[in-house]
C-alpha cells in the first residue's frame, strides 16, 4: 500500500520569503500522480499544483513549485515570495494510475506566514 | 459552473442518530469520492462510485456506514447509529472521470456528534 509522510507539522515563514515543505511517499509503482492541496480556515481544499511521475521536469505554478525526485521518492513544494494568504494547512497526497483513483494524503504541514 | 455542492454544512447528531450527508458533483461529472477527515489529520479515503455503482470501499468502515450514487440525484453517505468517534469533517470530490482528471472538492460537512 501507498504511504505519504510529511515530517513537519507546522513551519513558519516570513512574509515574502520562500520556503520549502517537505514529502516523502512509499510505492512500489512507477507512474502516478503527485498532487499538493491548501486547506485554508474555511477548509475547503484547493489544489495547488500536481505532478506526473514520467515527467522529469518539476511543475511550477506562479510562486509554487517542486522539486521531484523520483530515486528518493520525495516531493517538496516551495512556495516564494510568500504572502499572508498562503497560511493554511498544506497537504501531499499521491494517486496511483493503475489501481484506482483514490487520493492517499499525508499527514499536513500548517504554514503560519509572519507579517 | 457550479463547483461541487455538499449539504449540509454542519450537522449536529445524537449518539444513535442516523447520519445523511449529500454530494451534488459538478456538472458533467459521473464519479464520486467521499474522504474523512478527523481533527488534525489528514483525509483518509472512504468510498469511489460512479452512477449506481460502487467502486472502491476499501476505506469504508465494515459497519454503520453506506454510500449511494442513484441515477438522479446526489450521493448520500449514510451513517447509522453515529457514535462520538464519527465526529469529523467529510469531504466530497467528483470527477469526469477521463484518464489523469483532477477531483474537485466540495467544501465538506462537519459533523458533531454529542
Known amino acids: 500500500a501507498q504511504t505519504v509522510t510529511q515530517s513537519q507539522p507546522e513551519m513558519s515563514v516570513q512574509e515574502a520569503e520562500t520556503v520549502t515543505l517537505s514529502c516523502t511517499y512509499d510505492t512500489s509503482e512507477s507512474d502516478y500522480y503527485l498532487f499538493w492541496y491548501k486547506q485554508p480556515p474555511s477548509r475547503q481544499m484547493i489544489l495547488v499544483i500536481r505532478?506526473?511521475?514520467?515527467?522529469?521536469q518539476n511543475a511550477t505554478e506562479n510562486r509554487f513549485s517542486v522539486n521531484f525526485q523520483k530515486a528518493a521518492k520525495s516531493f517538496s513544494l516551495k512556495i516564494s515570495d510568500s504572502q499572508l494568504g498562503d497560511a493554511a494547512m498544506y497537504f501531499c497526497?499521491?494517486?496511483?494510475?493503475?489501481?484506482?483513483?483514490?487520493?492517499?494524503f499525508g499527514t499536513g504541514t500548517r504554514l503560519a506566514v509572519r507579517p | 459552473n457550479a463547483g461541487v455542492m455538499q449539504n449540509p454544512r454542519h450537522l449536529v447528531r445524537r449518539r444513535g442518530q442516523e447520519a445523511r450527508l449529500r454530494c451534488s458533483p459538478m456538472k458533467g461529472h459521473s464519479h464520486v469520492y467521499w474522504y474523512r477527515q478527523l481533527p488534525e489529520e489528514g483525509l483518509k479515503f472512504m468510498v469511489y462510485?460512479?452512477?449506481?455503482?460502487?467502486?472502491?470501499e476499501s476505506g469504508m468502515p465494515k459497519e454503520r456506514f453506506s454510500a449511494e450514487f442513484p441515477k438522479e440525484g446526489p450521493s448520500i453517505l449514510r451513517i447509522q447509529q453515529v457514535v462520538r468517534g464519527d465526529s469529523a469533517a467529510y469531504f466530497c470530490a467528483s470527477s469526469p472521470g477521463t484518464s489523469g482528471s483532477e477531483q474537485y472538492f466540495g467544501p465538506g460537512t462537519r459533523l458533531t456528534v454529542t
Open positions: 497526497a499521491y494517486r496511483s494510475k493503475s489501481s484506482g483513483d483514490k487520493l492517499t
Open positions: 462510485l460512479q452512477k449506481e455503482n460502487i467502486i472502491d
Open positions: 505532478q506526473e511521475a514520467y515527467k522529469q
